[in-house]
């Protein structure tokens, strides 16, 4: 059984507050009754410091991050960050994983019941047509990395992203712009209707407006059953890719990860990049920085997201009122993989890497 | 507020174990009050699955898992794993993560005083001269890829680790059967007596054992102010011995993200990997099996630590009994990276990679 701070304060005849003073290491109490405290609470293996105050539960100071793919290198550092942005809140927080066959709103709602949150981040998810069931979440919530439906019984909500149909736009404008007419795209399965499909988007209006045609053979799904944005899938699309024996000058897959598995399918095909072919990709994961070729990729503003998302979660909790979702604006990173490719080409390919070297 | 079952009950004008047969889909009971309760249920939002048993917070089924560095992707794989298994056992599971200036037993105290769990598992961490403390957890827990010092007070705590110094031996004696006698380390903070030390002990018995002579220039340990196992540090560690000009044929990291650091160090340096130098990790990213040239590691059994941590912790949960600690095997990983090397290398270098072709 937990002590509370009841009980502390009954074992050393004293207040409440008398106990919560001690505990807080606040100056305004007699020395010998903080010791007496201080060693009642020893004894008893309780912990004193700033997740004190949880024990009197209804004033527990905690929030949520519900995570919908632990395995993604690129929310592991979106985590890392918000909770050093929520330790300085002095608010504790815990990670709820929500696995693939889990709805993530579901899990907030027990989440909600069961741990006396204060509020809760998502960090990505899929929020479509969950509309009602989102305006039962009792308390504040940010959606990170994803848009946000609007809610109508619900004022203290939001959302951090970026918008993912123009990154996409400026990524496939890079390569138009060096000439490339045959670029194919490592898109996300058919029935996607979130960022995967956002990406494809941006893909289309860039072709459009460089008034390449759009070649179906170019346009690579991923299997709906292995929806994931994985090296894996990346190497075996590639592979596939490969095999058609289709032509293509360059490729755009929709994630880094992808990115990196077709750079391997290409390898070992004995396709050289950037020299014969031209690879681009997407989040901007420090990997790619470091893989060879170096990889061109969209840098999403990781540590900015984490630190909105907080911000806008903390000015929720205090005000009790909405705050308008914010769209951030990422970059380009131009390296190795897409340098000096294309027909309007000049130069060779250098083999520094000025992002690597921070 | 949340509901309790007595809530449910008292509305329903039914004993609590009734309410309790409709949560669970008991059989057991008439259609009609079965019913009305779901709707009582309903009306307040409750949501009736598995965790409705949580509500009775004594008889909460809730685990955790206590991360050290959420970065790292040796540790996502291992959550993902853990949670499928945690699942299975029809418990809840959240995950902990602690911050570089946390220690990580003082927030287990904390957790298991707040959170009323039925028990632990750390991943990571470090657990010498904290076996006090450890004794005051009062729920059975598992150290997951570190071993655990004796903890006289306490029975009901596990271990699942690998044999680091025994491991890496393998990997420096893989290197000097091609021929390489001198093998830099890219080896942990000076000052490390973890896994870091037990990699940089199976080195120096390898070179011992081979009577290859040990060159301190070649031992390069991490900063102690920054000493993550990251791509940053190990990319820093082999720009600072290629300036210093000291000759090298090969080049061990104790960790695969600073082995890929190293690799692209090598190839902004001019020096081809693996034809003038060869690179060995450890740990098994699946990043390896990817990058160009794919890379030689230590392949720790993620999913099988995962599975036994999960296996060993419910053992204990319910027997209430001890569990030993189990050491178990890696896999050394011949990849490109070290292919060919060395004085007693035959024949040229595959371009191909039976790693990734799963």
């Known amino acids: 059984m937990a002590l509370t701070i009841k009980d502390i304060a009954k074992k050393c005849g004293v207040g409440v507050s008398t106990v919560s003073r001690a505990l807080n290491n606040h100056p305004d109490i007699n020395k010998e009754t903080r010791e007496k405290i201080l060693k009642a609470v020893e004894e008893d293996g309780f912990i004193p410091n700033n997740s004190a105050r949880n024990l009197k539960r209804t004033d527990s100071k905690t929030v949520a991050i519900i995570v919908k793919d632990i395995d993604n290198p690129f929310f592991a550092t979106m985590m890392r960050v918000m909770e050093e942005e929520i330790h300085q809140e002095h608010y504790t927080f815990f990670i709820q994983h929500v696995g693939d066959k889990q709805n993530e709103v579901d899990a907030a709602l027990e989440l909600v019941k069961e741990k006396r949150l204060r509020g809760l981040i998502f960090l990505g998810g899929y929020f479509q047509g969950q ?16 848009e946000l439906p609007d809610i109508p019984d619900k004022e203290t909500c939001s959302f951090i992203t970026i918008d993912n149909e123009q990154e996409s736009f400026y990524m496939v404008e890079h390569l138009c712009k060096k000439g490339h007419k045959k670029i194919a795209i490592l898109a996300a399965a058919k029935d996607d209707c979130n960022i995967g499909r956002m990406r494809l988007e941006g893909y289309k209006r860039a072709l459009a407006e460089y008034k390449i045609p759009l070649h179906k053979t170019l346009i690579r799904h991923l299997d709906k059953n292995h929806a994931e944005y994985s090296m894996e899938n990346g190497y075996q699309l590639m ?36 020299e014969e072919c031209a690879v681009a990709g997407f989040d901007g994961l420090s990997y790619t920085a470091y893989y060879i070729p170096s990889v061109t990729t969209v840098v999403q503003p990781v540590e900015e997201m984490a630190k909105e998302s907080v911000k806008s979660l903390f000015q929720m909790i205090e005000s009790k009122k909405g705050v308008p979702g914010k769209i951030l604006p990422a970059r380009l990173a131009e390296r190795q993989s897409t340098l000096g490719t294309g027909p309007n080409a000049s130069g060779p390919v250098p083999v520094y890497n000025s992002e690597v070297k921070r």
Chains 1, 2 share one sequence.
């Open 131 to 146: 509309e009602e069931r989102l305006g039962r979440i009792k308390v504040p919530f940010v959606v990170s990395t994803a």
């Open 239 to 274: 592979k596939e890719l490969l095999k058609e024996g289709t032509t293509f000058t360059a490729v755009y897959a929709i994630s880094d990860l992808m990115a990196i598995g077709a750079l391997r399918a290409l390898h070992e095909a004995g396709r050289k990049v950037p």
